[in-house]
């Protein structure tokens, strides 16, 4: 059963107790990402999640880390284009300490000056690992050609003058203007009992600043085109179209027009590219909702010699699928979009990240069952529908490997 209680500072507290379990997820998601930074602040979402576990409240960056492990618990962060989130997975009895040490991490980060000299370089060797991963690289390439000069479109990780240009100043400004208690949801999952969540909740984080973050810059998918010249043995080939938000009504139909053409190895594109035609290794498409735009999206590795065929055929199956997508296809893509959702719901930590979206998607908690009736009522003329108008609109492209204009 899941429960939601709002502090008087406003973080929104839920829970999701799940009988059997002798463990629990507790994180702590914040709606601050890449898209809320200023541009010569480029990477400072992703480097203020590095720099809170470089020692935090009375703890060293090695203390946190053994008081974690002392317990048989793991403490996890990630960044992403929209927010930031920081877990805790430990057996129930230890959520005090959870929830002590993210609350730590948020309130009472060290920032010393010689800890961010350090973490820049770590984050710096992590642009460089990704910079070296074409597969990795082609889809910041992808994005900024979709939303150029917007923050949607920049990288998560910034780049060497925007990470190098953050000082410990900047990093306590970004604290105090985006971690905000009702921009903030606290989520526990597993053997959890809700009272306790609440006084544990109001112990530690009853010290947020109130009120919420300023709204990121409205997402305009204006489309176009980047070659990158980054080193690849292969082509790799994208191409983007503008998408729903979450939630739209458009969304579902959206996502399995997606799976549809691009997931599984019975997928459109998998047939006709690799199998078929014997063009590419990896093909796939999907789907990337944001609040107030989405991002569909297909990707291609191949050879040069063949990037021109493989990116018309791509575009070929795209196109047929909008037309003649058929009731199999459909019920193949449901059942598993279903299969999915489901499966990642049988462990705490899928339940308290699913209550988190759907909390910051519709403002209010989702029973799973919820979203397989909107999946089941899905039908075949929405799915064709929502096909035909994400490709009619804007197109983007990235290529790595080759000239854009030869896998056009």
Do not use: N
């Given at each position: 059963m899941m429960k939601l209680t709002t502090l008087p500072n406003g973080l929104r507290v839920a829970s999701r107790a799940m009988p059997?379990?002798?463990?629990?997820?507790?994180?702590?998601y914040a709606e601050a990402g890449s898209r809320h930074e200023p541009a010569p602040l480029n990477g400072i979402a992703h480097l203020y999640e590095h720099m809170v576990f470089k020692g935090a409240g009375g703890r060293t960056a090695r203390e946190i880390s053994e008081a974690i492990e002392d317990v048989g618990g793991d403490l996890n962060a990630a960044t992403d284009r929209e927010g930031t989130s920081f877990s805790a997975t430990l057996l129930a009895e230890h959520l005090p300490l959870g929830i002590e040490l993210?609350?730590?991490?948020?309130?009472?980060?060290?920032?010393?000056?010689?800890?961010?000299?350090?973490e820049k370089e770590v984050v710096l060797q992590e642009l460089g690992e990704a910079r070296d991963t074409p597969s990795d690289i082609i889809f910041d390439e992808l994005w900024t050609a979709a939303y150029p000069d917007q923050p949607l479109g920049r990288s998560v990780l910034g780049d060497e003058d925007s990470i190098a240009a953050i000082t410990v100043d900047d990093l306590h400004g970004w604290r105090a203007s985006q971690y905000r208690a009702g921009s903030l949801i606290l989520v526990a999952a597993g053997k959890v009992d809700h009272d306790r969540l609440i006084a544990l909740a109001a112990e530690r984080f009853g010290a947020l600043p109130t009120g919420l973050i300023d709204e990121a810059e409205a997402a305009n998918f204006a489309g176009g085109v980047r070659a990158s010249r980054a080193r690849a043995d292969q082509a790799h080939l994208t191409a983007a179209f503008v998408g729903p938000c979450h939630p739209h009504p458009d969304y579902y139909p959206a996502r399995l027009f997606a799976d549809v053409v691009g997931s599984g190895a019975s997928c459109r594109l998998f047939q006709a590219v690799r199998e078929e035609r014997g063009l590419a290794y990896s093909v796939w498409a999907s789907l990337t909702p944001y609040r107030d735009s989405g991002i569909f999206y297909a990707y291609a590795a191949t050879s040069r010699r063949q990037a021109a065929a493989a990116s018309d055929l791509i575009l070929e199956v795209l196109d047929r699928a909008s037309r003649d997508l058929s009731e199999r296809e459909l019920d193949r893509a449901k059942a598993q979009a279903k299969?999915?959702?489901l499966l990642s719901l049988e462990s705490s930590w899928g339940q308290a990240n699913y209550v988190a979206r759907m909390l910051s998607a519709?403002?209010?908690?989702?029973?799973p069952r919820e979203i397989v009736r909107q999946i089941d009522e899905v039908n075949l003329d929405q799915v064709r529908a929502a096909g035909a108008r994400m490709l009619s609109g804007p197109r983007a492209r990235a290529t790595i490997g080759v000239p854009a204009v030869r896998a056009a």
């Open positions: 059997g379990f002798e463990t629990v997820a507790v994180g702590l993210l609350s730590d991490m948020i309130l009472r980060p060290h920032f010393a000056a010689d800890d961010l000299v350090r299969a999915g959702l519709y403002d209010r908690l989702v029973e």
